[in-house]
């Protein structure tokens, strides 16, 4: 079974979703992000939507499952490059995702991170570290 | 049971001719369209229409049969419309077909009342409801124009600048109905992702009016630009929309709003953690005519 | 009012692998048809939306895709049938937030707001036919 690969940046983790997922491939990724945060500790996850044509109101939710979950695991998601049409389509729809961080792009999205999350001992190890 | 069609086909060439004249007489458009054009739509016509064969079915246009001698004829008034000729002039090309029908059934039944009457009945009948045809077709042909010129206008009408790094504006002047809202939205939406900017002002300075739809509209915008990652900023609203907006109930309590344009960016500038200062007077004396 | 049909599509809704299946003939259709970027997506979203219906609560069953033509206008009309349960209260269904599945509740209500024209014919026991309209 295929998965979305999770990057991990740091203290952050990075996912890139590119392909047009099922509704089971998007439980998978709410499955292994959660478990990855945990695992690595990491204080922030990116979602990197830009190749997304659609977002429906399940992959909504996913996500928004994704932001509570990874907020209890005491790391902040922020879902980036959102495209225009995907924006005013799920306005249409009627969710508006209330409890998620958005940016424009990946470079904003890590910027926010890098303000708003404490990284503890910061320098010892976080730095440019890959896994 | 008609033989009108039948009588059509055996005498295709006789009638095309005869078509063809009156056509002539009456259209006096060769500025617009030249004769060998003419001549070539009629013959397509022509043939279309004898390629009918069920007799019965010359009494129902809405039939199956007919789609294509519709279809060719919505797109001849549709270019009719576009090279300028008048709606009549562009029912004269089915209409001139009438008298020569007529002819023919004379020619064929002059002797007998009864099916002479029947037979000009139908003609009369299925010209008349094509050139009907070819005046809905006609205006449905204006109408896409104008609609493609209202698009270009609404184009024209949303002009998204940039203020600064990472800030747009949307400048909006006049009456805001929901179509137009809706272009506005998607090209400030677009200059967004285009620009990198994570401020827009919708400065609606200029907008006489708001209903409850354009606000809606405005909502939306605003919505969607947070989901994607960027911050609206409304301002320039007039105390009378301040004041419809209150009493339409719009909750407008999650959108930062400010009074003037200079206002909005000057509150973007600072959330970008940039700020604007006066600079120290003493300056070299800054050729002030210059500056100007 | 429908309109002539110009063509037409059938496809399948029996697994999570066919809703996927669903957005990109959509998308392929719409994409023909000359639908603008937003409205694509509206449309598909649509179709994503009303596919995991047919999927959950009709326990699968089909889509038919049509091009249709209302006068000078085209449009693409979407028809999800199934043989499943039914909606016992269809006014309840589609109120938002009313959910019985896993989703948001934002199923039939939303893809309503996504669409131009949409009826609903269920027959509690004998399936239900979602039936929606774009136009151009």
Redesign the interface.
């Known amino acids: 079974m295929d998965r979305i690969p999770i990057l991990r940046m740091g203290p952050f983790l990075l996912v890139t979703i590119q392909v047009?997922?099922?509704?089971?491939l998007a439980l998978t990724l709410q499955d292994d992000l959660t478990s990855r945060i945990s695992d690595v500790g990491a204080r922030g996850v990116l979602i990197d939507i830009s190749s997304l044509?659609?977002?429906?109101?399940?992959i909504?939710?996913t996500l928004a499952n994704i932001a509570s979950m990874s907020r209890v695991l005491d790391a902040e998601t922020v879902?980036?490059?959102?495209?225009?049409?995907?924006?005013?389509?799920?306005?249409?729809?009627?969710?508006?995702?209330p409890g998620i961080r958005?940016?424009?792009?990946v470079e904003?999205?890590m910027e926010y991170l890098r303000q708003n999350t404490i990284v503890e001992g910061s320098g010892d190890g976080w730095d440019g570290s890959e896994d | 049971m008609s033989q009108l069609l039948e009588a059509i086909r055996s005498n295709r060439d006789a009638v095309l001719n005869e078509w063809l004249k009156n056509m002539r007489e009456g259209i006096s458009r060769r500025d617009l369209i030249d004769d060998a054009e003419v001549s070539e739509q009629a013959t397509r016509m022509l043939d279309a229409i004898i390629a009918v064969t069920d007799e019965s079915r010359i009494a129902n246009l809405a039939g199956s049969e007919w789609q294509p001698i519709k279809e060719m004829l919505a797109d001849l008034s549709v270019s009719r419309a576009v090279q300028g000729f008048t709606p009549s002039e562009t029912a004269l090309f089915v209409l001139s077909l009438k008298p020569v029908l007529f002819q023919l059934i004379r020619e064929r039944w002059g002797n007998k009342a009864g099916e002479l009457f029947a037979e000009i009945t139908i003609a009369d009948n299925f010209i008349d409801r094509l050139a009907l045809h070819t005046t809905d077709s006609y205006i449905a042909g204006r109408d896409q124009v104008i609609g493609r010129q209202q698009e270009e206008m609404l184009e024209l009408s949303t002009p998204v600048v940039t203020l600064w790094d990472g800030i747009v504006a949307l400048p909006l002047i006049g009456t805001l109905d929901s179509a137009r809202t809706q272009v506005v939205m998607e090209s400030l939406l677009q200059a967004i992702v285009r620009t990198n900017s994570r401020f827009a002002i919708i400065d609606i300075t200029g907008v006489p009016t708001v209903d409850t739809l354009v606000a809606q509209h405005l909502l939306k915008t605003i919505t969607a630009a947070k989901l994607m990652g960027a911050e609206c900023i409304l301002s320039g609203i007039r105390p009378q929309i301040a004041q419809t907006i209150v009493h339409l109930g719009i909750n407008l309590e999650e959108v930062v709003t400010k009074a003037k344009l200079a206002d909005a960016f000057r509150l973007a500038l600072e959330r970008s953690n940039r700020r604007v200062t006066r600079t120290n007077s003493a300056t070299p004396a800054a050729a002030p005519a210059q500056e100007r | 009012m429908a309109g002539t049909v110009l063509k037409t599509e059938a496809v399948p809704v029996r697994s999570d692998a066919d809703v996927v299946m669903v957005r990109q003939r959509v998308r392929a259709w719409v994409n023909e048809m000359q639908f603008s970027l937003v409205d694509q997506t509206k449309i598909v979203t649509a179709a994503s939306e009303l596919a995991r219906n047919t999927l959950e609560h009709g326990k699968g069953g089909k889509l038919d895709i049509s091009m249709l033509q209302n006068g000078y206008r085209k449009g693409i009309q979407l028809v999800f049938s199934d043989d499943g349960p039914g909606i016992p209260d269809v006014r309840l269904a589609l109120t938002d937030g009313y959910t019985t599945g896993s989703g948001m509740g934002l199923g039939l209500s939303g893809s309503k707001r996504l669409m131009n024209e949409f009826y609903i014919q269920t027959e509690v026991n004998r399936g239900t036919t979602v039936s929606c309209i774009r136009w151009k």
């Open positions: 047009d997922m099922h509704d089971k044509e659609i977002v429906d109101s399940f909504g939710r879902v980036v490059g959102m495209q225009p049409a995907v924006a005013i389509t799920l306005v249409e729809l009627g969710m508006s995702l958005t940016a424009l792009n904003l999205g």
